[in-house]
């Protein structure tokens, strides 16, 4: 069976969830407290140098680490990852903006405020990261209005990297009402079959499907 080591607080251990209920697969999801430091124990850095949650265990025992390579692998095959070079290339760039351009800006501010005692250097950097992550809604805001998808004409792996954490932006201290656009695509995702909310349901069992 797939197992899954994640946190319900964490946006990029969504994105693998949410695709694995969307394709129907079973697995065993692992909490790893990220707030108690459980990703640096040596048990835990075998699976991932790096120390960093999403980590996925593959039947095998191969360990695959970071969201949205974890996304290309579950989604090889599906309807999720398309076949055309082109699409599949223009996917891959929406999941590369998001690691480079959104993530490091609507996550890091999301973190500070919420799951953090912020320092005085953090305080200082909050407004960049603020204004990144509005140039960031600004960019989703302009494809939106013209795509109801990310990377294709159907909903795809981009949206589900995207989503994890557009949806929790004002967690963050962005006021999502100035992208309509985007919060239609919100509302989007949300409604489709197979959806599911990024925080299990309190005793929620550790075997998902």
Known sequence: MLRLYDNHLSGNGYKPRLLLAHLGRTYERI???????????????????NGRIPVLELEDGTCLAE??????????GSRFLPSDPL???????????????????IAVARHWIQHTEMTQAQRAQLPAKQAGG?????????????????????MNIADFSLYAYTHVAAEGGFDLADYPAVGAWLTRVASQPGHVPMNPAPGAPIISR
């Open 87 to 105: 699409a599949r290339a223009f996917t891959l760039q929406w999941m590369f903006f998001e690691q480079y351009s959104h993530e490091p800006c």
């Open 134 to 154: 509005r140039a960031a809604l600004a960019v989703m805001e302009g494809h939106l209005s013209k795509s109801d998808w990310f990377g294709g004409e159907a």
């Open 67 to 76: 969201s949205n390579a974890i996304l290309c692998y579950l989604a090889e």
């Open 31 to 49: 909490e790893i407290d990220i707030l108690k430091g459980e990703t640096r124990t040596p048990e835990f850095l075998a699976k991932n140098p």
